[in-house]
């Protein structure tokens, strides 16, 4: 059984940062790819960034230049640091990791950026 555990979300004013953590556990023998969602109320679920376990990147045009994604193989540990937060950056984040059985996915966590 596997686990992803997500935290870092909440509340921040425009310009804000914040720093999303998720944590997988359980029997996993090797991840690929882990990355994070967002979805908005009343839109579709987006890809927001992910990682390669060579750490390679690939990153949203939307929030490319203020979120860095990184990753910690010795912890299975995926981060999403978010800078120069905006209003339109208010979703619930998911995260996610890719084994070669299948796609396990985070609980989300709310981000809400006030303007």
């Known amino acids: 059984q596997v686990q992803l555990v997500e935290s870092g979300g909440g509340f921040v004013q425009a310009g804000g940062s914040l720093r999303l953590s998720c944590a997988a556990s359980?029997?996993?023998?090797?991840?690929?790819?882990m990355g994070w969602y967002r979805q908005a109320p009343g839109k579709a679920r987006e890809l927001v960034a992910r990682?390669?376990?060579?750490?390679?990147?690939n990153v949203a045009d939307s929030v490319k230049g203020r979120f860095t994604i990184s990753r910690d193989n010795a912890k299975n540990t995926v981060y999403l640091q978010m800078s120069s937060l905006q209003p339109d950056d208010t979703a619930v984040y998911y995260c996610?990791?890719?084994?070669?059985?299948?796609?396990?996915w985070g609980q989300g966590t709310q981000v809400t950026v006030s303007s």
């Open positions: 359980g029997n996993i023998f090797s991840i690929d790819d």
């Open positions: 996610y990791i890719r084994t070669i059985h299948r796609d396990y």
């Open positions: 990682i390669s376990s060579y750490g390679n990147t």
